[in-house]
C-alpha cells in the first residue's frame, strides 16, 4: 500500500469500516511509514473526539412545530391555489352559472313561502342577491373584448332592476362609445328598461345629438318618443332638416316631432 | 412583429421580415402569406378598407393568404420607377398587411383604387370587416364573424360563428350551418333586407323591429310579451306609443339573444 492509497482509506479506518483483512493490511502500512502514523494518530485524535460528542435527541416540541408549520404550508397553500378575486368575476361562464344558481333558488323558496302573507326578510335579501349578480353579469359582460359577450352583457341589463344606475351607465356608455354598431343599437333599446328615470331621456337626447350611424340613430329617435320627452324637439327639427343626415333618419325625425307635439 | 409593407416601402422591410418577403415573392406576385405569430392561440383578421370588395374564405391551412390586384398593381408602380430614381411618394391603392399579437391587420383605407381582396385563414379565425363602398363575403368561418358595411351588401355563409353584421345601404344575408351555443348575434341595416338562415334545432329569442317592412320565418316562433312592457306597466307611466313594429319571440323554448333591425326592407329567417 503507497501513502497515497492510505490517506484514502484514512476515512473508512476511523470509522471502522475497512474490514479485516483492510485494516490489516492499513496497519502494516501504518508500521511502515512513520509519516502516515502521525497523521492518523493526529487527525484520529480529532475524530475520536467527534464521536464522544452527546448525539443530539429531538424533544417533544420538535414534532409541535412540524406539524404547526405544515398545517401553515397546507393554509398558504390553499390560499395560493385560490383564484384571485377579480378573475373570478371576469368568468361570465361562472358569473352566468351563479345567477341563473341564484335565480333557481330565488324562485324555489318563492314558490314554497307563496300564499303566506308576507315574504319572510330571507327572500328578500335573496332577491337582492339575485339582482346584484344580474347587475354584475351585465357590467362584466359588457366590457368583453368580443362583440358578441357585450351584446350579451346588454341583454342582461333587461334583467337588471330598473333603478340599478350602475347599468344604466354601463348602458349610456355603451350606447355612445361602443364601437360595434349592433352593439349600440341593442344598448340603445335596453335603455327602455330605465325609462322611469330622468336621466335615460336626458342621455338618449345628448347621444342622439352625437351619433352618426343611422340605425342608431332612428332607434335614439324611437326611445324619445316612447319617453316623450319634449326638450327633444329641437334636436330632433335639426335632424330632419340636415342636409347630411340619412333620408331614413330625417323621415323619422319629422314622424318623431309630430308625435311629441 | 412581421410587418409587410407593399408599394414603395419595401424597401424598409428589416431582416427579420426578409424570409416572409422572399416567400410572398415566390408566389403569384399579387399574393402575400402571412403566418400567425402563434397559431395554437386564438386567431384574428381584422380587414379596414373604403373602396375595395372583400371576400374571406376559411380553409384548411394555418397562414392568412391576401390576394388582390391592388398587391400587383402595386409592384407593377414599383417596377415602373425610373432609372437612378427612388419614390418619394407613391398614390393610394396600396395595401398594408400587418401581424401582431396574432391578430392580422389588412387595411386599404385609401379612398382611390378598388376592386377586390380576397383573403383566406384558419376556419377557426376570428373575423372583423370595415368597409365603405364595397360589399364584404365571409364563407366558411367558425370564429366571431363582425362586419360592418357603409354601402355594401354583408353576405355570411356557410359559418357557424356568433354573427354581428350591419350595413346602412346594403343587404344582410347570413347562413349558419350550426351556431356556437350562448353566443348572442344580431343583424341590422337601414336601407335593405335581412336574410337569415339559421339551424332548425337553434335555441334563441329574437327581437325583430322593422319600420317599413314585415317579417317572415318557416321557424314556428313563440311570439312574447316584451318583458319591458310589463316593467313598464309597474311604473305606471300608461300605455306606449310605439311608431315601428317590434315583435319578440323565442324559438325552441328560447335561448342566447338574436337581434334584427331594418329601417327600409323585409326580415327574413329561414330555417335551413
Given at each position: 500500500m503507497t501513502c497515497e492509497e492510505a490517506k484514502t482509506r484514512m476515512t473508512d479506518y476511523w470509522s471502522r469500516t475497512l474490514g479485516e483483512a483492510g485494516e490489516t493490511e492499513f496497519n502494516a502500512h501504518l508500521a511502515s511509514c512513520e509519516a502516515c502514523q502521525s497523521e492518523v494518530s493526529r487527525v484520529g485524535a480529532l475524530w475520536q473526539g467527534l464521536d464522544l460528542l452527546p448525539l443530539e435527541e429531538p424533544s417533544g416540541k420538535v414534532r409541535d412545530r412540524f406539524y404547526e408549520m405544515l398545517g401553515a404550508y397546507r393554509q398558504g397553500l390553499a390560499a395560493a391555489e385560490a383564484p384571485p378575486a377579480k378573475r373570478w368575476w371576469s368568468m361570465p361562464a361562472w358569473q352566468l352559472a351563479a345567477a341563473a344558481g341564484l335565480v333557481a333558488v330565488g324562485l324555489g323558496i318563492g314558490y314554497g313561502v307563496r300564499g303566506n302573507g308576507q315574504p319572510p326578510a330571507e327572500v328578500s335579501q335573496l332577491r337582492e342577491e339575485v339582482a346584484n349578480m344580474r347587475q354584475l353579469v351585465a357590467l362584466s359582460l359588457m366590457q368583453q373584448q368580443s362583440a358578441s359577450d357585450r351584446l350579451r352583457g346588454v341583454s342582461w341589463a333587461y334583467r337588471a332592476e330598473p333603478s340599478d344606475r350602475e347599468v344604466l351607465g354601463a348602458l349610456v356608455s355603451a350606447v355612445n362609445h361602443d364601437a360595434n354598431v349592433n352593439v349600440r343599437l341593442a344598448a340603445v333599446d335596453a335603455l327602455r328598461r330605465f325609462s322611469a328615470s330622468p336621466e335615460t331621456s336626458r342621455a338618449a337626447l345628448q347621444s342622439l345629438s352625437k351619433q352618426t350611424t343611422p340605425i342608431v340613430q332612428a332607434a335614439l329617435i324611437d326611445l324619445l318618443v316612447e319617453l316623450k320627452d319634449p326638450e327633444a324637439a329641437p334636436e330632433l327639427r335639426r335632424l330632419s332638416g340636415s342636409e347630411t343626415a340619412n333620408e331614413g333618419v330625417r323621415q323619422k325625425a319629422q314622424w318623431a316631432l309630430e308625435r311629441l307635439q | 412583429m412581421n410587418r409587410f409593407l407593399m408599394g414603395g416601402m419595401l424597401a424598409v422591410l428589416g431582416a427579420l421580415q426578409a424570409p416572409a418577403q422572399n416567400q410572398a415573392q415566390n408566389q403569384n406576385p399579387a399574393q402575400i402569406t402571412v403566418a400567425?405569430?402563434?397559431?395554437?392561440q386564438p386567431r384574428k383578421l381584422v380587414v379596414k378598407t373604403m373602396m375595395h370588395r372583400v371576400s374571406i374564405k376559411g380553409y384548411d391551412g394555418k397562414d392568412a393568404i391576401v390576394e388582390s390586384s391592388a398587391i400587383s398593381e402595386r409592384r407593377r408602380r414599383e417596377r415602373s420607377i425610373p432609372p437612378g430614381m427612388h419614390p418619394l411618394n407613391v398614390g393610394g391603392g396600396g395595401i398594408e398587411v400587418t401581424e401582431a399579437n396574432n391578430v392580422v391587420t389588412v387595411s386599404a383605407e385609401s379612398m382611390f383604387g378598388g376592386g377586390d381582396i380576397q383573403i383566406q385563414v384558419p376556419v377557426e379565425t376570428s373575423v372583423m370587416v370595415n368597409t365603405l363602398n364595397n360589399g364584404v363575403n365571409v364563407e366558411n368561418i367558425s370564429g366571431e364573424i363582425d362586419v360592418e358595411s357603409v354601402n355594401g351588401p354583408v353576405s355570411i355563409t356557410n359559418s357557424s360563428g356568433a354573427v354581428l353584421a350591419t350595413s346602412v345601404n346594403g343587404k344582410v344575408t347570413v347562413a349558419l350551418d350550426k351556431v356556437a351555443p350562448g353566443k348572442a348575434m344580431s343583424f341590422s341595416t337601414m336601407n335593405g333586407t335581412i336574410d337569415v338562415t339559421l339551424p332548425a334545432d337553434i335555441k334563441a329569442n329574437l327581437k325583430m323591429k322593422v319600420d317599413n317592412g314585415d317579417v317572415y320565418t318557416d321557424f314556428d316562433v313563440k311570439v312574447t310579451n316584451d318583458t319591458f312592457d310589463t316593467a313598464q306597466s309597474n311604473t305606471g307611466r300608461g300605455v306606449r306609443i310605439r311608431g315601428n313594429k317590434t315583435t319578440y319571440g323565442t324559438i325552441n323554448g328560447g335561448g342566447p339573444e338574436m337581434q334584427f333591425t331594418t329601417f327600409n326592407g323585409r326580415i327574413l329567417i329561414h330555417k335551413k
Open positions: - | 400567425f405569430s402563434n397559431p395554437s
